[in-house]
Nanobody, 121 residues
Framework: QVQLVESGGGLVQAGGSLRLSCAASGSIFSINAMGWYRQAPGRQRELVATITPGGSANYADSVKGRFTISRDNAKNTVYLQMNSLRPEDTTVYYC???????????????WGQGIQVTVSS
């Protein structure tokens, strides 16, 4: 099994910053893409940012220039530095990883439990 554990969420004022971390552990043979998604109540989960093992990043238009995704492959950890936060960034953020657990096994998607980010105006 593979577990993703998020940390770093909380409450911040508009214009402030937070840094989310997500560590993957368990039966990991290799990790491909990692990333962050978010989901507001009653809405579909949406992409925030993803990153390849080589460091190529992809961002949602709404966070470009404000958020930065990075990863430490040796630690199986992905980060999301969130600057210039806005009230509309308030929601639950989910860590994601595409993982293979053994030679010849299939790639599977794994998700963290979610972490709350609240931005006050």
């Amino acid at each position: 099994q593979v577990q993703l554990v998020e940390s770093g969420g909380g409450l911040v004022q508009a214009g402030g910053s937070l840094r989310l971390s997500c560590a993957a552990s368990g039966s990991i043979f290799s990790i491909n893409a990692m990333g962050w998604y978010r989901q507001a109540p009653g809405r579909q989960r949406e992409l925030v940012a993803t990153i390849t093992p080589g460091g190529s990043a992809n961002y949602a238009d709404s966070v470009k220039g404000r958020f930065t995704i990075s990863r430490d492959n040796a630690k199986n950890t992905v980060y999301l530095q969130m600057n210039s936060l806005r009230p509309e960034d308030t929601t639950v953020y989910y860590c994601y990883a595409k993982v293979i657990t053994g030679w010849g096994a299939a790639w599977n998607d794994y998700w963290g439990q979610g972490i709350q980010v609240t931005v006050s105006s």
